[in-house]
């Protein structure tokens, strides 16, 4: 077998074409790194652990012996599965195997009642006169609320994923420490369980005042939070519907917690513990941080019950958090994931989260797959995921060679969306695709065809919004993008100047020129309805408005490509939450994205 061969054999690419269609080869070091750190053999990957099928598709023949369901029933095969097999993770047992897991998929995701529109929120940055500094789950509560009044059908929220507990604590919703618990920086202190005593009015105040500072500062939230969520956790440790949380939620739960408690002792670096400290562990201290997690889902659960949640899934981990030791055999060591250059990043993105080993995960049963899955799914209407081109492939890269010189592995995609639709079809969950930028045509053929929402953006779409797809996800903007308003007052690509990050100064003209399209008027209050007048105007199926646009806030969240230049992931609402219900324009803007006839 060639050395190429060998390569794509365990799904490693020896080149790809990059976004202006030229081919690009890989360099034979990186491939061959990428194959070390995967402990490539000369017979290809294992076989797979778990096997993956779907009731909707012609059921296989797996051979002759016994299902064990997941509810414990027992049945004999010989021949095809049968039909009525329900669906379920459950276990086959071969005449002449060993056992091994049965996963039994729907094959397609739950669709959404009805075309609904909702707001995208960056929690952090939302607000209220009740916070403690940044924006939390009691504020998700009454954004939904107060936007259920106005006809939302859904909330957008950023990621709420658990980051790395360390000194300081890390910005960026997209970098978390594990995708499968929750980031209890959100917690409304006052209203969780054992709350109360001589110090909590101190501790609100200090809180409250800290709605003042012009950016997100969360070392000190947490700093006035934590002593606060210890005295309640004092109180409230016996609780019975912790002890039933920590039942239900088992092995990871425990582990999860125990990360914690021993990074608070040796740092986040697991890797660099002393041998032994993982069973040194205090016992209070792990049982606090499962109170934490108890607490979290409480809150948002009944964040969900306002109003139901549409949850982003980020790609990928901190290398160093509590999920890469959880799962650290299924991680490829040496490696990360990011982007190949392109016209905006010349010298392309190395984003520092590790991938996943792809045969190691399968081998694994898929486990943190389906345990992030849940964590998004469990509290809310639907999943944004996140670059869903990752479950297909992953631009890997090497350590110390910089992005331009990484390259692509491909993923057992219909095993990952086989649990996908699974994991929706219990939750009841519709799930949407971030599928922007260079998607292959059978990534999309796939996803549309297992009801999986393409995400549309008004600023890169070339076709006017009545031309697109009605099973997609509709937007102006995101994150990581201008702002309306930043782009309309020029602002946005001044900011990128007076940081020195190069601007496209094409592009930016370009959306100058698309906005001018559909809104002559220069108040921005007017350009801000004329824009979303004509997303209005698309069948998509979901509808979203940003917060920031409703404010006709300049600045947005995200700069990519700064690491200190500009306030990512800190910047909040310029006015809290109680001002942005009486908004004017985000009545307007309700009544535009709920018009049934399109025009």
């Not at 799930?431 to 796939?446: A, Q």
């Not at 806030?553 to 310029?574: D, F, K, Q, S, Y």
């Amino acid at each position: 077998m060639t050395t190429s061969a060998h390569a794509e054999h365990w799904g490693v690419s020896t080149g790809y074409h990059d976004y202006a269609g030229n081919w690009r080869e890989a360099e034979p070091e990186t491939v061959a790194a990428i194959l070390a750190a995967m402990g490539a053999g000369e017979h290809g990957p294992p076989g797979p652990l778990a096997v993956t099928v779907r009731t909707d598709h012609p059921l296989p023949d797996i051979g002759s012996g016994q299902v064990v369901t997941e509810d414990g029933g027992r049945l004999a095969v010989a021949g095809p599965l049968p039909t009525d097999l329900p669906t379920g993770y459950h276990t086959f047992e071969p005449d002449d195997r060993p056992p091994h897991p049965l996963i039994v998929s729907p094959g397609r995701v739950p669709v959404p009642s009805g075309r609904q529109w909702g707001f995208a929120s960056q929690l952090y940055a939302t607000r209220s006169g009740h916070s403690w500094g940044m924006g939390d789950l009691a504020d998700l509560a009454e954004l939904g609320r107060w936007a259920r009044g106005l006809g939302a059908g859904f909330t957008l929220v950023n990621p709420l994923h658990a980051s790395t507990p360390a000194e300081h604590q890390q910005p960026s919703p997209y970098y978390p420490g594990s995708r499968c618990f929750l980031n209890p920086l959100y917690i409304a202190v006052e209203q969780a369980p054992g709350a109360g005593g001589d110090g909590l009015a101190d501790a609100a105040a200090a809180g409250r005042a800290l709605n003042g500072t012009a950016r997100i500062d969360r070392d000190q939230v947490w700093a006035v939070k934590r002593p606060a969520l210890e005295a309640a956790f004092a109180r409230s440790r016996d609780d019975a519907g912790l002890a039933r949380f920590r039942t239900e939620h088992g092995s990871q739960l425990q582990r999860f917690a125990t990360y914690c408690a021993v990074a608070e002792v040796h740092g986040p670096v697991w890797r660099e513990w002393p041998e032994g400290a993982e069973a040194a562990a205090h016992p209070d201290r792990v049982r606090f941080h499962e109170w934490l997690q108890w607490v979290s889902e409480t809150q948002l659960a009944s964040a969900d019950a306002e109003l139901g949640l549409v949850i982003d899934l980020a790609v990928g981990v901190d290398p160093t958090g509590p999920d890469s030791w959880i799962w650290r055999d299924t991680f490829a060591e040496g490696m990360s994931v990011g982007a190949p250059p392109d016209e905006f990043n010349t010298r392309g993105q190395d984003w520092g989260l590790p991938p996943f080993d792809p045969w190691r995960l399968r081998a694994g049963g898929y486990e943190p797959w389906i345990a992030a899955l849940r964590s998004g799914m469990t509290h809310g209407a639907g999943l944004r995921v996140d670059h869903v081109m990752g479950l297909f492939r992953l631009f890997w890269i090497p350590a110390d060679v910089g992005a331009g010189a990484g390259t692509y592995v491909r993923y057992p995609h219909h095993d990952l969306l086989n649990i996908l639709a699974l994991e929706a079809e219990r939750a009841g969950a519709y799930v949407v695709g971030e599928d922007l930028g260079t998607v292959e045509d059978e990534v999309r053929w796939d996803l549309a065809e297992r009801h999986v929402l393409s995400y549309r953006l008004w600023w890169f779409e070339d076709h006017p919004p009545s031309e697109w797809p009605e099973a997609a996800m509709a937007a102006i903007t995101t994150h990581d993008l201008p702002t309306v308003a930043g782009v309309v007052t020029g602002s946005d690509v001044q900011a990128q100047r007076d940081i020195g990050t190069e601007p496209n100064e094409e592009a930016s003209a370009e959306l100058v020129a698309k906005v001018r399209t559909v809104a002559g008027d220069d108040d921005i209050e007017a350009v801000i309805t004329a824009v979303y007048r004509d997303l209005a105007g698309s069948p998509c199926t979901l509808l979203v408005a940003t917060l920031d646009d409703v404010l006709a806030v300049e600045e947005r969240p995200n700069m990519p490509g700064t690491t200190g230049a500009w306030p990512n992931w800190c910047i909040p609402l310029p006015v809290p939450l109680e001002t942005i219900e009486e908004s004017p324009l985000a009545v307007r803007l309700a009544e535009l994205l709920a018009r049934t006839e399109r025009t």
